[in-house]
C-alpha cells in the first residue's frame, strides 16, 4: 500500500465514533516501517473560520485498515 493510498481514507476513533482527521505524512523507522502517522484535524470556529491541529498516532494504535476508513484506539496512548 501506498502512502497516497493511505491519505484517501478518514480515521475513525473506535472509542467515540468521530472522525479524527486525514493522514498528512508518517514517520519511519531505522528499519524502513511506519513507526507513526500524523494527522490533520480541521476545526470550524463559529466565524466558519477553520483551524488545523495536528496530532500524532502509533502505528500499533491502528486497529483495521479498510476500503475507506481506518479504525484506531488512541485509548492507550504510547507516547
Known sequence: ???SELQTKEV???A???KMGIIIDVII???GKIDEII?????????????KEESVI????????GDDIILVDN???KM
Not at 494527522?39 to 483551524?51: H, V
Open 1 to 3: 500500500m501506498h502512502l
Open 12 to 14: 475513525i476513533n473506535i
Open 16 to 18: 467515540t465514533g468521530k
Open 29 to 31: 523507522d531505522n528499519s
Open 39 to 51: 494527522l490533520e484535524e480541521r476545526r470550524s470556529s463559529r466565524r466558519f473560520m477553520s483551524s
Open 58 to 65: 502509533k502505528w500499533e494504535q491502528i486497529i483495521k485498515i
Open 75 to 77: 485509548r492507550s496512548k
